[in-house]
C-alpha cells in the first residue's frame, strides 16, 4: 500500500491498518502525547474544501508522530487566484515534503494528484466519492465498542450496520460500504429514493427505501448521514419535515431500536435534521468515540504510509 | 548446517528461575518492581519471570507486569519497510519512582535497549532500569550490558540464533545455525 486513495482495502489491509491504530490509541491515556517514528518528516494537509474536524484531526495525528505539519488551504491561497490543481500540488512537492493528505471538491482528484506527484497522498474526502479513513475509524470505534481490549487481529464478522440518509452525496457511505463488507460486516443502504445513488444494486449491501423498517430490524449500528445541504444542486426532498417524517432518527423511533443499537454520525450533525439529540447523546451513541478513533487510525495511516522506506 | 541447540527447555527454566532470584537480591525485594517485556519473546519471558517472582516472594506480580513496544522508538524505522507495532502496557502503578527490569529475549546490538529506554522516557521517570535477557550474544554497537543474563553465548554475526518458546513456537528451545540470512 502506498498510498490511502480508497476504502477498499483486503481484509488484511484493514487489520493490520486497525491493529496499528489500536497502539497508537493508547497514547490519549499519556502524558507525553509524542512519539519519534516520524520526526524529520513534513506532511501537508492540502484543503480545497472546508474542514475542521478532519483537518484538526490530521494535524494532531501528523503532531503525535513527531512530522512537520503545514496546513494549505484552497481559500486565500493561490488556488483562489485561478491556479491550476496540478501546478498547485507540483509546487508542493517540489518543496521536498513526504506526503499529501488531501481533500478536494471534485471526485478522483487525490488518483490524479498521486499520478503527477512521487510523494505518499491520502485522500481525506474527495467530492462525492470516498472518504477512506472515516470508513476507518468507523470500523475502529464499532469494534473497540463490540470487542473492547480484545479487538486486535478481528474484523466486524456477522455484525449488522445500516447506513441511513443522504447517500447519494455521502462519500462516508460509499467508503464504508467499501470497508465494512470487507471486514464481514453485513451493510444496509436506506435512504429516500432520491437520495440513493444510481447503481446502488452493483454495491456488496442490501438497499431500501424504508427506514422504519430497518428501525425495526433493530441493526447492531445504525450509522446516520449528514444532510449536506451544501453539496445538493437540486431538491432532494420536498421539506425538511417530510425527511424527518421519513428517515430522520427521532426520539420516538431511536426509543423503538430498543437500546442495543449503536448510533454513528461522521458529524457534524445537524441536530434536529437527520439525527435528534436524545439518539445523539444516548449511551449508545459513538460519536465522541468515533472523533477519537480519527486521531488512532489518522496516526496509524501516516505511520504505515511514512514511517518505512518511501521510495519503493 | 543444521541448528545446533544451545539451550533445552529445562535449561531455559533454571535460568529464569535463576534471574528472578538475582532480580529480588539486588532490590531487596519486591517492593517498587515493574517487570517490562519486550514484545513479542521479551514479554513472553517477562511473564514467565513475574510469575517465578510471585511464587518467590507469595505476592501477586501480575499488577507489575506489562509490555513495552519500542517500535516507534526504533534508528532503523526508515530504512527499512514499515514495521508493524505492538501494544504498550503499563501497570497500573505506572513507572516513576519505580524500579523497571527490561526483560528481551536476545541482546546483540544494544539497539533495541537503546530504543526501549526512550520509550520509557515518554512514560515517565524510573528510579532506575534494569536489563535481564535470555541470552547475550555479544556484538554490542552501543555502550549497554545486561544486569541478569540467563546465558552467555559467544557467537559469530553471520551465525543467527533462534529464541524457541512454547506460547508462539510450540516448543522452549534455544538454537544457533550457521549462516543463515539476519
Partial sequence: MRHLLTAA??????????????????????DQKKLPALRGRTVVNLFFEDSTRTRS??????????????????????????????????????????????????SGAPNVVASWIPQIVV?????????????LLDAFALRR???????????????????????????????????LPALGAEVTIVGPPSMLPPGIGTWQAAHTTDFDEVVDSRPDALMMLRVQ???????????AGEYIGGWSLTPERFARLGGETLVMHPGPMNRGLEISSVAADAAASLVLEQVRAGVSVRMAVLYRLLAGRTDS | MPARTVLQEADIARALTRIAHEILEANRGPESLVILGIPTRGALLAERIAARLGEITGTDFAGRTGTLDVTMHRDDL???????????????????????VLVDDVLYSGRTIRAALDALTDLGRP???????????GHRQLPIRADYVGKNLPSAASEHVSILLAEVDGQDAVTIQEGSAR
Fill in chain 1, 9 to 30: 482495502l483486503t481484509r488484511d489491509e484493514a487489520i493490520e491498518l486497525l491493529d496499528i491504530a489500536e497502539d497508537m490509541d493508547q497514547i490519549h491515556e499519556r
Fill in chain 1, 57 to 106: 484531526s490530521f494535524e494532531i495525528a501528523g503532531k503525535w508522530l513527531s512530522a512537520d505539519v503545514i496546513n494549505v488551504s484552497g481559500k486565500g491561497s493561490s488556488v483562489s487566484k485561478g491556479e491550476d490543481l496540478r501546478d498547485t500540488v507540483t509546487t508542493i512537492s517540489a518543496m521536498g515534503v513526504d506526503g499529501i493528505v488531501m481533500r478536494h471538491g471534485a
Fill in chain 1, 123 to 135: 485522500n481525506a474526502g474527495d467530492g462525492t466519492h470516498e472518504h477512506p479513513t472515516q470508513a
Fill in chain 1, 145 to 179: 465498542r463490540i470487542h473492547g481490549d480484545a479487538s486486535r487481529g478481528k474484523g466486524l464478522d456477522g455484525v449488522r450496520v445500516a447506513i441511513a440518509g443522504d447517500v447519494l452525496h455521502s462519500r462516508v457511505a460509499r467508503s464504508n460500504a467499501l470497508l
Fill in chain 1, 229 to 239: 445541504l451544501e453539496r445538493q444542486t437540486g431538491t432532494f426532498v420536498p421539506s
Fill in chain 2, 78 to 100: 526508515a530504512r527499512t519497510g514499515t514495521r508493524p507495532t505492538h501494544p504498550t502496557r503499563i501497570p497500573a502503578s505506572g513507572i516513576d519512582g519505580q524500579t523497571v
Fill in chain 2, 127 to 137: 528510579a532506575a532500569v534494569r536489563l535481564a535477557v535470555l541470552v547475550d550474544r
